[in-house]
């Protein structure tokens, strides 16, 4: 999951023409966003049934434990907001109720990049969606839970993406 999050975030950040170091830095935070999971119990993380309110609160926490796993290491410290903030949304719905331009554009990248990934493969809870079912979603939440300029970037590049998803490891 987090490599090709990694490749599908960085596609992104190229499409967005963002520097080649934040763009280097966005293929990190890909490869080392869920590295937080490593604190979450393994019962929630394999549960086939919904989360409970409890449950759901600790998943929550991911974000928050692998910036204190990555935070001692200094080479790290452009990637850690990327870490913390990807689970936020556009609106300010997300776990820090940040919104819009508060939420550093990696972040906003890396959100769409999971989402993404997330949505096409099989879950302990459902299956793989289709891409017609993934474009509805973006479309849906484009302003909402993602950022407008990404989705667009999103959308000029989707047909790369669905070429190389079956490639990517």
């Known amino acids: 999951h987090s ?13 967005l023409g963002l520097p080649r170091k934040m763009q280097e830095d966005i293929k990190i935070a890909g490869l080392l966003h869920d590295i937080g999971k ?3 119990r393994e019962d929630i993380l394999r ?15 991911h974000p928050f434990i692998g910036v204190s796993i990555l935070s001692p290491i ?7 907001p990327t870490i913390y903030y990807h689970h936020e949304h556009a609106d300010g719905n997300g776990y820090l109720h940040k919104k819009g331009d508060e939420i ?6 890396l959100a769409v990049a999971d989402a993404y990934d997330a949505m096409t493969r099989d879950r302990s809870y459902r299956k793989a969606l289709s891409k017609e079912e993934v474009y509805k979603i ?8 993602f950022d407008e300029k990404i ?3 999103f959308f000029n590049i989707k047909d790369n993406l669905l070429e190389e998803n ?4």
């Open 3 to 15: 490599t090709k999050v990694s490749k599908i975030a960085m596609k992104l950040a190229k499409e």
């Open 38 to 40: 490593f604190g979450i």
């Open 47 to 61: 549960k086939t049934m919904p989360l409970t309110p409890e449950e759901y609160d600790h998943i929550r926490q």
């Open 74 to 80: 200094k080479m790290l410290k452009n990637v850690i």
């Open 104 to 109: 550093p554009i990696s972040a906003r990248i």
């Open 138 to 145: 973006f479309m849906e939440e484009r302003g909402r839970q």
């Open 151 to 153: 989705v667009d970037a």
């Open 166 to 169: 079956s490639k990517i490891i």
